[in-house]
């Protein structure tokens, strides 16, 4: 089976109909996706510029890392349930997208690289490359997410 | 009003912001992750000055650490904001969702106002203590405003094709 029948299979189904059908679980459902992407995007951000001392330095790297770090697990969940949710509202432009492709690569690597950039944060240990690299991988997931819309 | 907006439409940065390719995406993408900034420190905020999270963080701390990151990226995201009206302000004046963002901004920038003058000097240092009612009411108040600000940009999307 080809991604396009693939999709084109999807696209028939009851749920896709559904989904479709309704005027309020796609703006919802892109509303909760930008909000978790927010707060990966964030937290990020906030670790690079604590892992630096640049920012929050009246608490140590480790007392940051602890709340930042749940909160992105809980968010990058509801960020790949939310994307499922929109790929189910247009398949066949959503599956055959490169761009769409890309990203969920690019979501797969960064949470691989999350694990050990977590390890060592949650240690109380900087890891200067590596948030840098997971920061820089989210802001180029924020733009592929943005970029499939116009791709297509 | 309405002669400055019409002036704006007709004006060359409109022209360049609607008819380039890669301008408005690009500033879209800029946008958002610019109040990507904004929603992950404000609700951190909101979360602890409600009590809903964060409980075992002083609030005064909070604020110290986290609202100058707040107002900075609310500067990028107001500024990307202005381009991409001026991409099709006519458009965007007449469109809902985008004349209710503005309401909405402007209640949260009220509320946000409203805590500095009455309730951040009331705000403890250490964590186990209560916090002021004002600051609870402005948490969340806040947290309701933002989540709204986020649902009504979405919707601008569906109102206004490019």
Redesign the interface.
């Known amino acids: 089976m080809t991604l396009e029948t693939f999709s084109s299979w999807l696209d028939a189904t009851p749920i896709s109909e559904a989904i479709k059908a309704s005027g309020y679980i796609i703006?919802?459902a892109?509303?909760l996706h930008?909000?978790s992407?927010?707060?990966v995007?964030?937290?990020a951000?906030?670790l690079v510029a604590r892992d630096f001392g640049r920012?929050?330095t009246?608490?140590p790297l480790a007392a940051w890392a602890a709340?930042l770090i749940a909160r992105q697990r809980l968010a990058l969940a509801v960020l790949v349930l939310t994307g499922a949710v929109l790929i189910l509202a247009e398949p066949t432009r959503e599956l055959v997208s490169r761009v769409l492709q890309v990203k969920v690569v690019l979501v797969a690597l960064a949470a691989a690289l999350a694990v050990p950039l977590a390890r060592r944060q949650l240690a109380g240990r900087s890891a200067h490359g590596l948030s840098v690299a997971l920061l820089g991988l989210w802001?180029v997931i924020?733009?592929a997410g943005?970029?499939i819309a116009?791709a297509s | 009003m309405s002669a400055l907006i019409d002036r704006l439409q007709a004006s060359p940065l409109t022209t360049f912001l609607s008819e380039n390719a890669y301008a408005f995406?690009l500033l879209?993408?800029a946008h958002?992750?610019s109040?990507?900034?904004v929603?992950?420190?404000i609700?951190v905020i909101d979360l602890r000055l409600t009590g809903l999270?964060?409980r075992r963080?002083g609030a005064r701390?909070l604020l110290?650490?986290l609202v100058p990151?707040t107002i900075w990226a609310f500067g990028f995201t107001a500024l990307s904001g202005m381009f991409l009206f001026a991409s099709q302000p006519q458009a965007y004046v007449a469109a809902w969702p985008f004349r209710l963002k503005l309401v909405l901004l402007a209640l949260a920038g009220a509320n946000a106002l409203g805590f500095h003058l009455l309730g951040a000097d009331k705000v403890p240092a250490e964590a186990g203590e209560r916090l002021p009612i004002v600051a609870r009411v402005s948490g969340g108040a806040s947290l309701l405003l933002w989540?709204l600000i986020?649902?009504t940009g979405?919707?601008i999307g569906?109102v206004i094709v490019h």
């Open positions: 703006p919802f892109q509303s930008i909000l992407v927010a707060f995007f964030s937290g951000a906030l920012w929050g009246s608490e709340p802001g924020i733009f943005r970029w116009y | 995406p879209e993408i958002v992750l109040f990507s900034l929603l992950g420190s609700f999270g964060w963080w701390a110290d650490d990151v989540t986020l649902a979405r919707f569906f």
